[in-house]
């Protein structure tokens, strides 16, 4: 489980994945989303654009992010 701070009001999907280190890159990400690999509070999400908010939790290859 790791905790990630955002600096402004919300974080898109695939760059929340790419600033973990979960995605080496949007298109990596991009394929994660659209295969159902990443879930937005315990909800699959095939939306790379979804905006994520503070206590929003999103989990994908095995890690447990929470967003703070």
Same mark, same amino acid.
């Given at each position: 489980?790791?905790?990630?701070?955002?600096?402004?009001?919300?974080i &898109?999907?695939?760059?929340?994945?790419k600033?973990?280190?979960?995605?080496?890159t949007?298109?990596?990400?991009k =394929?994660? /989303?659209l295969?159902?690999?990443v879930?937005?509070?315990?909800? &699959?999400e095939?939306?790379?654009?979804?905006?994520?908010?503070p206590?929003?939790?999103?989990?994908?290859?095995? =890690?447990? /992010?929470?967003?703070?």
């Amino acid at each position: 489980m790791k905790d990630f701070k955002i600096k402004d009001e919300y974080i &898109k999907l695939g760059q929340l994945l790419k600033a973990c280190g979960i995605a080496g890159t949007g298109l990596e990400a991009k =394929e994660m /989303i659209l295969t159902g690999e990443v879930r937005v509070n315990g909800e &699959k999400e095939e939306r790379r654009g979804r905006k994520i908010y503070p206590g929003d939790v999103v989990f994908a290859e095995n =890690e447990e /992010i929470t967003v703070k």
